[in-house]
Every structure is written in C-alpha cells, then in structure tokens.
C-alpha cells in the first residue's frame, strides 16, 4: 500500500471554481470534492446557500448526464428543525415535476433528463427568509468539466419539460418519501437524519448521514475506519458567512494532530482511520455531512456500532 499524505486528505476552504449567473445565490458556489482538491478521489460535489428567490427562476433548465450518476441535495438553515427548508420548489425529473418542500436527497440516475428547480415560493418573507443550501455530487467523475460537459446544462432552453405520457415511472420515488432518524441517535447536541441510503431509495448506493451540531457534543466521535471511502464535511452553519464553521475541532489521523476552524472537507479512502474528535471551542450551530461513497447499506458501514 502506498505510503498516505495525510496533510493531503484535508481541504480547509471549499474551491471556489463554480460562479453561476443567478442572483440572491452565494457566489462563487462552495466545491468540497473533486481531483483537484484530492486527487484520485473520482467524485465531484458544489454547491452554495441560496438567500432569496433566485433570478432568473429556473435560472438553469434541463440536462442529462450521459455517464455519471448524481445526487442532489437540498438542506435547510434551521438547527432547530433540521427538516424546515423555507421553500417549496418543483425539481423535474424526466419532465416530472417532484416537489421539494423539506430538507432531502434525491438520487438521480445517469440517463435521467432532469431540471429545471423552479422555485414556486419561500415560506417565510425578509427578513425572515431561511435561506437553504442547494448541492449535487456527481459519483465516479472528479471533474466539473467531465461531470457537466456534455450535459446540454450550457444549451439555451425556454419551455419546461413535459413528462412522455408513455413513461409511468413515478420519479419521485427517487428521493426518500421521509428521512429517517436511524443512526447515531440520543447524543447531546447532536441532531442526525439520514438523508440518502439504499433502505430509503434501492437504487442508490450512498449512505448521506446529516448532523446539526448544537453545542459541544456530549461524547466524542470514536475512532473509525470504513470499508468504503468517506467524505466528511464541516459545513458552518451562518449562510451569511459561510467559510465560518462557527466552531474548532481537532482530531488525530496518521497518528497527527489536526484542527478545523472553517468550512471544509476531509476524505477518508477506505482503511484510513480517524479518531479522537474533539470540539475545544463552540461558537454557532454547523453542519456535519458525511456521505459514504458505494455503499448505501448502513449495516454494512456500521454493523453493530449504530
């Protein structure tokens, strides 16, 4: 086994290579994954807090990638209510309009004509908008040129699509009908759902587990290593200031010491183990998401230990 650059499995401030031409969205959108940030990792995931209805509404239409697999994410603001996303928004899939009105996943096939999002309204009026983070991980593809390049995403497109009245697949049935509170339950200051698994959508083969941290957690996170590649990502909880993580945290990998304080990622190939989490500061409520890549089988991930 080749000797790990540990130093290299951590990202501390998202690439900023994505600036969509949408207002009332953060720009420049937040990578936290792909061969650039680590190479050989063969995954691509973007995305950024939008603040406010989006101009233009859709301000992307449909697309279809040819070749990779996509998971789509919609996550609300509110560590209270970690399900409450502000916003009810028809994302098409196939020409489907699918309702999006509460934190979810969806998993996306390859093949699978999807978009536009059209957002229909925000729950809340300014200044009481809870804004939401709107991302996509494209499985197995490292870069946004591959990811996106022949997608038709650049094509100029005005009509929303229509669902073929052949087709009776029901598309919605590719984002779980309900998260589910099934893992890593009854810690303090720990709020966690599972946004995506193979029990929820059989088709997909990702486990995305969502925490809102609170407070200091009650418990440590304890020393692990998975059988499959892990991306773990510490997302601050401040829309408005979204490299803040709003919090400091040190953890032991390679047998060294490293500290978080900012939004960021770390990637956990298969075999490599992290332990001894510790949060020395708190300062405001983040996220942590944890996706493990080609496995959506919480069982086989965790076995007993959940």
């Given at each position: 086994?080749?000797?790990?650059?540990?130093?290299?499995?951590?990202?501390?401030?998202?690439?900023?290579?994505?600036?969509?031409?949408?207002?009332?969205?953060?720009?420049?959108?937040?990578?936290?994954?792909?061969?650039?940030?680590?190479p050989g990792a063969?995954?691509?995931?973007?995305?950024?807090?939008?603040?406010?209805?989006?101009?233009?509404?859709?301000?992307?239409?449909e697309m279809v990638h040819k070749k990779y697999d996509?998971?789509?994410?919609?996550?609300?603001?509110?560590?209270?209510?970690?399900?409450?996303?502000?916003?009810?928004?028809?994302?098409?899939?196939a020409g489907q309009p699918v309702l999006l009105n509460k934190?979810?996943?969806?998993?996306?096939?390859?093949?699978?004509?999807?978009?536009?999002?059209?957002?229909?309204?925000?729950?809340?009026?300014?200044?009481?908008?809870?804004?939401?983070?709107?991302?996509?991980?494209?499985?197995?593809?490292?870069?946004?040129?591959?990811?996106?390049?022949?997608?038709?995403?650049?094509?100029?497109?005005?009509?929303?699509?229509?669902?073929?009245?052949?087709d009776t697949k029901d598309y919605s049935l590719f984002s779980p009908k309900e998260n589910t509170y099934d893992v890593f339950q009854g810690l303090k200051n720990r709020k966690t759902i599972t946004l995506m698994s193979s029990d929820q959508v059989p088709e997909a083969y990702s486990f995305m587990k969502l925490t809102w941290v609170t407070g200091i957690p009650e418990t440590d996170h304890r020393e692990h290593a998975h059988d499959y590649d892990e991306l773990l990502i510490n997302l601050g909880g401040n829309p408005f200031s979204p490299h803040d993580l709003g919090a400091d945290i040190e953890f032991e990998m390679g047998g060294k010491t490293y500290e978080l304080n900012s939004t960021s990622s770390v990637w956990l190939p298969k075999g490599v183990k992290i332990d001894k989490m510790k949060w020395k500061n708190f300062r405001h409520p983040h996220i942590e998401l944890s996706i493990i890549m080609n496995c959506g089988d919480k069982r086989k991930i965790w076995g007993d230990d959940i």
């Open positions: 086994m080749a000797e790990i650059n540990y130093d290299k499995l951590i990202a501390r401030f998202p690439d900023g290579e994505v600036c969509p031409a949408i207002m009332n969205r953060q720009i420049p959108s937040m990578t936290v994954i792909s061969d650039k940030l680590f063969n995954h691509y995931q973007e995305g950024g807090w939008i603040y406010n209805m989006p101009e233009p509404n859709p301000g992307v239409f996509e998971i789509v994410m919609m996550i609300g603001s509110n560590p209270d209510d970690p399900e409450y996303l502000g916003a009810e928004v028809d994302f098409y899939v934190t979810r996943a969806m998993f996306v096939p390859k093949g699978i004509p999807h978009g536009p999002m059209h957002y229909k309204k925000f729950v809340d009026q300014w200044p009481h908008i809870k804004p939401h983070l709107m991302s996509g991980l494209m499985l197995n593809v490292g870069n946004l040129m591959d990811a996106w390049g022949d997608s038709g995403v650049a094509e100029a497109k005005k009509e929303f699509p229509v669902k073929d009245p052949n």
